[in-house]
C-alpha cells in the first residue's frame, strides 16, 4: 500500500511599498519578517547544511553553487514559529513555509494561518515606515511586468514505486502518470489572470496565473525554464525510504475549496501512482503547449493532443483520474476526508463540463471572473479598462479590510471550510501528528529560556555547553523522548 501523505506548502507572496520611490525589496522582506514577533523569542539559526537543492531526482547532482547565508544574513532572514511554520526572505519575497500535516483540512488550515502572519507582520512593519508609507503584499503568482513567483506543494511519497512487473525507485515511474493530472488540474486551482505573459498569444482573461511561466516539461530549476515537474530530490526525511514530491505548477489560491481540491486530489492521484495502479495511456504530446492552450480556454473545451493521437479536454483528462480512483477506493474502507474529496472532485468536474461559471462561490479564476464580469457590465467596460488589472490584483490583497477576496468571504459571497477562530488557534499551534508538534515543543522550550538554537525540517541543535543535536527523520513522529528529556532537565 501507499504511504499516508505528509504535505505542506511554500508561499511566495508579491510585496511592494506604496509612496517608497526607493523600494528596495530585499530590505523591505527582512523587515516584515522581522517585524512577527512571537513570545520570549530567541536567536535561531536556520540549518542550511541539512539542504541539498542540487540533487536531481533522476540520479546525478547538479552542477552549481548551494546558497547559505552568513550567519548575520541567516539570523536576518529566518523565523521558525511556534505552530512549526518557517518564515523567511527566499530572494526577494516572503515566503511563508506550512508545518507538515497528514490531511488535507489542516493544510488549509495553516496556510490560511500563514496569511494571518504575513499580515501582522504587514501591520506592525508599516509602522515602522516614513508616515504615508504602506507595505502591501499580494498572495498571487505574478507582477504583471513578466515575473512570476510560486506556490510550491510538497508530499511524501515512497522511494519505491510500484509497477506490473516490478517496484522500483526508478523517478520516471512517478512522473510519466503525473504529467497530464498538474496540467489539467489547473481548472481546479486556477487563480484566474486578466491577460497574457512571457511572450504567450493575447487573451483577456485566463484560468492561471503560472501557466504562462513553464518553459520546459521536466528540470530542476524553479527559477528560470520552469518545468512542469520538478526532480529535486531532498526529502527533508529518510532517504533510503522517502523522496519529497516537490510540485512547482499551482497557483496561489485565496479559496479554501481551491487549496483543498488542488491538495486533496493530488495526494490520492500520488497513492494511485505509488501503488502501480494507475495505468491509463495519458501521456501528452507537449505538456509545456498544453497548459497554456487550456489556461487560456475559459471554457474548458478545447482539446489538446496525447502522444497517442486522441485528444482530450482537460475536464475529460480529469475524468480518467477520477474514474481510477472511484476503483481504487472502490471496495474499501477509507477516511472520510478522502470520501469528501472524491464526491467533491466528480462534482466540481460535472459543473466544469455544463457551465464554469456555476462554481462562483467555489474556485478562484471562476469567484474572480464572475465579479470582474459584474463591475465590466456596470461601468460598461472592457477587458482593456485599467480598473480591470486593479481589480484583478485586488483580488489577492490579503490585507482582510482591502482585499476583494476577503471582502466577497465576509459578506459570505464563497464557500469557506474553515472558521476565523480556527485559523487564528493555527496561527500558535502546530498540527498534531506530526514532527512539526516535535519542533513546536523544542522552539517553546528555547524560547522561553532564551537559549540560541539551529533548526532544520529534521534537525534541531540547543546551542548550550553540551551542545545537543537531535535529527528527526520520520515526519510521522509527533513526540521524540529526547526532546522530552532536554526540556525536563532544565
Known amino acids: 500500500m501507499a504511504i499516508p501523505k505528509v504535505m505542506g506548502t511554500e508561499i511566495e507572496y508579491g510585496i511592494t511599498v506604496r509612496n517608497d520611490r526607493d523600494f528596495d525589496p530585499i530590505a523591505s522582506c527582512v523587515l516584515l519578517v522581522n517585524a512577527y514577533r512571537e513570545e520570549h523569542t530567541s536567536r535561531i539559526l536556520w540549518d542550511y547544511d541539512q539542504e541539498n537543492p542540487l540533487a536531481d531526482a533522476r540520479g546525478f547532482q547538479v552542477d552549481g553553487e548551494k546558497y547559505t547565508p552568513n550567519q548575520q544574513e541567516n539570523i536576518a532572514r529566518n523565523k521558525t514559529l511556534v505552530n512549526g511554520a518557517r518564515y523567511y526572505v527566499d530572494h526577494a519575497h516572503p515566503e511563508y513555509s506550512c508545518p507538515e500535516v497528514t490531511n488535507v483540512r489542516d493544510l488549509v488550515l495553516h496556510e490560511k494561518a500563514g496569511e494571518r502572519v504575513v499580515e501582522i507582520s504587514r501591520r506592525e512593519a508599516t509602522a515602522l515606515l516614513p508616515p504615508g508609507a504602506q507595505i502591501l503584499l499580494y498572495k498571487n503568482n505574478s507582477d504583471g511586468k513578466g515575473n512570476s513567483y510560486g506556490n510550491h506543494e510538497n508530499y511524501l ?3 519505491r514505486i510500484r509497477t506490473r512487473k516490478e517496484t522500483t525507485d526508478n523517478f520516471e515511474k512517478l512522473y510519466l502518470p503525473l504529467t497530464a493530472f498538474l496540467v489539467s488540474r489547473i481548472l481546479l486551482c486556477g487563480a484566474g489572470k486578466v491577460g497574457g505573459e512571457n511572450g504567450t498569444e493575447g487573451v483577456e482573461y485566463q484560468i492561471s496565473q503560472r501557466a504562462d511561466f513553464f518553459e520546459t516539461w521536466i528540470g530542476l530549476d524553479t527559477m528560470a525554464k520552469r518545468p512542469i515537474i520538478n526532480t529535486r530530490d531532498e526529502p527533508h526525511a529518510d532517504e533510503e525510504k522517502y523522496r519529497r514530491l516537490h510540485v512547482i505548477v499551482g497557483d496561489s489560491n485565496m479559496s ?4 483543498y481540491l488542488k491538495v486533496g486530489t493530488t495526494a490520492i492521484v500520488l497513492s494511485m501512482v505509488e501503488d502501480g495502479v494507475f495505468r491509463k495511456d495519458v501521456a501528452l504530446e507537449d505538456p509545456v503547449r498544453a497548459i497554456k492552450e487550456i489556461s487560456h ?8 493532443r496525447l502522444k497517442r493521437g486522441k485528444e482530450f479536454s ?4 480529469q475524468r480518467e483520474y477520477l474514474e481510477a480512483a472511484l476503483e481504487y477506493y472502490g471496495g474499501r474502507e477509507m477516511p472520510r ?3 469528501d474529496l472524491l464526491e467533491r472532485w466528480g462534482r466540481v468536474l460535472d459543473r466544469l463540463a455544463e457551465d464554469p461559471m456555476g462554481l462562483h462561490r467555489e474556485l478562484d479564476w471562476v469567484i474572480k471572473r464572475d465579479w470582474i464580469q459584474n463591475y465590466m457590465r456596470r461601468k460598461g467596460v472592457g477587458f482593456d479598462d485599467h480598473r480591470i488589472s486593479m481589480w484583478d490584483l485586488q483580488y489577492h490583497d490579503i490585507k482582510q479590510d482591502r482585499g476583494l477576496y476577503y471582502k466577497l468571504a465576509t459578506k459570505g459571497y464563497v464557500e469557506r471550510l474553515i472558521t476565523d477562530e480556527q485559523i487564528e488557534q493555527a496561527r500558535t499551534t502546530p498540527p498534531q501528528s506530526t514532527r ?11 524560547n522561553e529560556r532564551n537559549k540560541s538554537y539551529d533548526v532544520g525540517w529534521s534537525y534541531l541543535k ?3 555547553r553540551y551542545q545537543r543535536t537531535i535529527l528527526c527523520k520520520d515526519p510521522f513522529r509527533p513526540r521524540d523522548p529526547r526532546v522530552d528529556e532536554m526540556i525536563n532537565s532544565y
Open 256 to 259: 479554501e475549496v481551491a487549496t
Open 157 to 159: 511519497v515512497s522511494r
Open 462 to 464: 540547543l546551542n548550550d
Open 314 to 317: 482537460a475536464v475529460e483528462l
Open 436 to 446: 512539526a508538534k516535535i519542533r513546536s515543543d523544542f522552539i517553546r522550550f528555547a
Open 337 to 339: 476526508e478522502v470520501g
Open 297 to 304: 480556454d475559459t471554457t474548458c473545451r478545447r482539446r489538446v
